[in-house]
């Protein structure tokens, strides 16, 4: 199963431009400001509007799906996860088995006016729980190693939804087809089992119309979803196939698709205009009826992949919000600037090097050993002292744990026990005893990074001169599209990006580590993990819960996953032309809140 951002997230962050035009007052019924636009730019662009594919699971499209989709629920700053009632409501109908109640507002609507009913949630079911997925089929076989995304050679026959949903965690823990309502509005699922996160479990669906339009070639929206439901109760595998490969791919674009009915909504905002490369707007959803209504009429995202270029877009008006990866040389040049406040914190991202168990490009990792050995010669402390603390200052530290935050409870205790600290410093004189003792001769790792990110780039440099001293022929294997070859088979040997958490959840293990989870990018797979990540997913005693993430935690390190580095240190800088702007520490950080953005 391959990853492409993660339930936790890959953060790539880059700029962001604030255009006001021809403000008027607001609306006195919507309190939109009519002709206001707001530019906010990313350093990777928008590839695909389904964040719930191994193909598309990225921040950088998850962002503008959060903008354009509202939900039962979302975290704010706090963070804390609100409901939203003007979305719908659910409920918890009974403990044992679980069961779980979803019913929508009234009128609730898809930005092209056409009704959000209980077709969409069962979509989302189907697609996230895999439950009616053909048994055994592995796609693996059916990847583009230069794009990440399926080959025309993918079998039509067979229904495969790409969610990357395990069968003992989440919806794949719902296996019997959810009971819709009499009147379309409601939905109820039957857990076989306790699950902690259930709140977090369903995720904010695709048009079940639009779906079901395109894949059975249908023309009629209540037909279209009237045959959608119809297919996953009966178990129409010939029409399920057909439906799954939509969903996807259907909805990967890197330009404004022809039809429009690919982008519908149910958000504050519904995407406008998309230039490939350059940006990607959207615009105040005239059909949304929800109480996150905007005050900006248009925000803009646009592409900027240098952070230091986002600053000088910055200083010359071209954008006035940016929330870049930050480097000490970003940092000096923003304190030069005028009029621009900046923001300053720990993000809720993690840097990490994780090594290909299977299906690497060079196979070097499969050994554990050479695994080790590499691991001893990851410079850590080196790229903290360059590259982090000439920003944060003397405290930043090395992160310890795959598994829990610097400063959570717990996290100490995790650290002294998961022998990470045998990481700490480069150790090649151990690293060359492990390789000998291997008997491997071919040292090459092909290192997969974002070479459009300098930081990433500086962090290159250093493992790769480090890792030479034991031998280890470390390969440029940068790429500006690296987002969409994550966890693609045979494509590299390792992989250095960042984790971004997107909810408080436990269960996030599952995704990254479990076998077969959708963030499990490098194809680890251990009985163990797997058994105390079960455990995890179903205990709901806080104290419990740390001792399974610390047990989790150290047989990763035991097993040679990878290594962490660091904590991301989080900039953002804005002009005074934009007010409301109070990021969280969870995805989609700055974006959480566009709602509350005004113009000054």
Same mark, same amino acid.
């Given at each position: %199963? ?7 997230? $890959? ?29 906010? #730019? ?29 939900? !039962? ?14 979305? /719908? ?50 796609? +693996? ?27 003992? =965690? ?18 109820? %699922?039957?857990? @076989? ?52 490969? !939509? ?10 698709? &022809? ?5 519908? /909504? ?5 995407? =406008? ?8 707007? %959207? ?19 646009? !592409? ?5 270029? @986002? ?42 090097? &994780?090594? *290909? ?25 080196? $790229? ?18 795959? %598994? ?5 409870? /717990? ?51 250093? $493992? *790769? ?27 590299? &040997? ?6 971004? @958490? ?5 269960? @996030? ?6 076998? /077969?989870? $959708? ?29 399974? *993430? *610390? ?8 097993? !040679? ?14 002009? &005074? ?9 969870? #995805?989609?950080?700055?974006?959480? +809140? ?7």
């Amino acid at each position: %199963m391959r990853f492409r951002r993660i339930g936790a997230v $890959i953060a790539a962050v880059g700029a962001a431009t604030l255009v006001l035009s021809g403000c008027s007052a607001p609306t006195a019924e919507s309190g939109l400001d009519e002709g206001t636009s707001v530019d906010v #730019a990313w350093n990777q662009p928008f590839f695909s509007y389904n964040g719930l594919t191994s193909f598309g699971n990225a921040t950088a499209n998850n962002n503008i799906t959060y903008m354009t989709n509202d939900w !039962f629920n979302y975290y704010d700053n706090t963070p804390e996860l609100k409901q939203n009632e003007s979305y /719908g409501s659910y409920e918890l109908v009974s403990e044992d088995p679980l069961t779980v109640k979803y019913t929508l507002a009234d009128d609730v609507k898809w930005s092209d006016g056409t009704a959000v009913d209980a077709s969409d949630l069962l979509l989302s079911w189907a697609a996230n729980s895999r439950a009616l997925d053909t048994p055994d089929f592995d796609s +693996n076989d059916f990847v583009d190693p230069d794009t990440g995304e399926f080959t025309d050679a993918f079998p039509d026959d067979v229904v495969y939804f790409d969610s990357g949903a395990q069968a003992d =965690s989440g919806l794949g823990l719902v296996h019997d087809v959810p009971e819709i309502s009499d009147d379309n509005r409601s939905m109820t %699922m039957v857990y @076989s089992a306790p699950y902690v996160d259930w709140e977090l479990a369903l995720y904010a669906p695709l048009p079940a119309h639009v779906v079901a339009k395109n894949a059975l070639g249908l023309d009629d929206n209540e037909e279209a979803k009237t045959a959608l439901v119809t297919a996953i109760q009966d178990n129409d595998t010939a029409s399920l196939a057909k439906i799954s490969s !939509f969903w996807n791919s259907g909805f990967n674009f890197t330009s404004l698709p &022809d039809d429009p009915e690919l982008y519908v /909504g149910t958000g504050p905002y519904t995407i =406008s205009a998309f230039v490939a490369d350059q940006y990607i707007t %959207m615009k105040a959803n005239p059909e949304y009826t929800g109480e996150n209504k905007p005050s900006i009429e248009e925000v803009t995202v646009r !592409f900027i992949t240098d952070p230091l270029a @986002s600053v000088q877009a910055l200083e010359n008006g071209d954008v006035d919000v940016i929330s870049p990866q930050s480097t000490s040389d970003l940092v000096t040049a923003l304190d030069a600037l005028d009029k621009v406040t900046v923001l300053k914190g720990a993000e809720g991202t993690y840097e990490h090097i &994780d090594l *290909q168990f299977d299906q690497g490009k060079s196979g070097v990792f499969n050994d554990p050993l050479v695994r080790e050995a590499f691991m001893k010669v990851v410079p850590r402390q080196e $790229i903290l002292d360059k590259l982090i603390k000439p920003i944060v200052g003397e405290d930043a530290t090395l992160r310890g744990s795959q %598994m829990l935050v610097p400063g959570a409870e /717990g996290y100490d205790d995790s650290i002294a026990g998961n022998s990470s600290d045998d990481y700490a410093d480069v150790d090649v004189e151990g690293a060359k005893a492990l390789i000998a003792q291997s008997g491997a001769t071919n040292l090459d790792v092909t290192l997969l990074y974002a070479s459009t990110n300098p930081r990433r780039v500086n962090e290159f440099a250093l $493992i *790769q001169a480090s890792a030479a001293l034991a031998g280890f022929n470390v390969l440029d294997g940068g790429s500006a599209e690296w987002g969409g070859i994550l966890g693609t088979p045979g494509a590299y &040997d390792a992989s250095l990006f960042g984790w971004q @958490s997107t909810s408080l959840g436990v269960s @996030s293990a599952g995704p990254n580590f479990e076998t /077969g989870g $959708i963030n499990n990018h490098n194809f680890f797979s251990n009985a163990e993990a797997d058994a105390v990540i079960k455990k995890l997913n179903v205990e709901f005693d806080p104290a419990t819960q740390i001792e399974l *993430q *610390q047990e989790i935690d150290k047989i990763l390190w035991e097993n !040679f996953y990878g290594v962490t580095i660091f904590q991301f240190p989080g900039v953002t800088a804005f002009n &005074d032309s934009v007010t409301g702007i109070d990021p969280s520490i969870l #995805a989609p950080t700055i974006f959480w +809140n566009i709602w509350d953005w005004k113009l000054a």
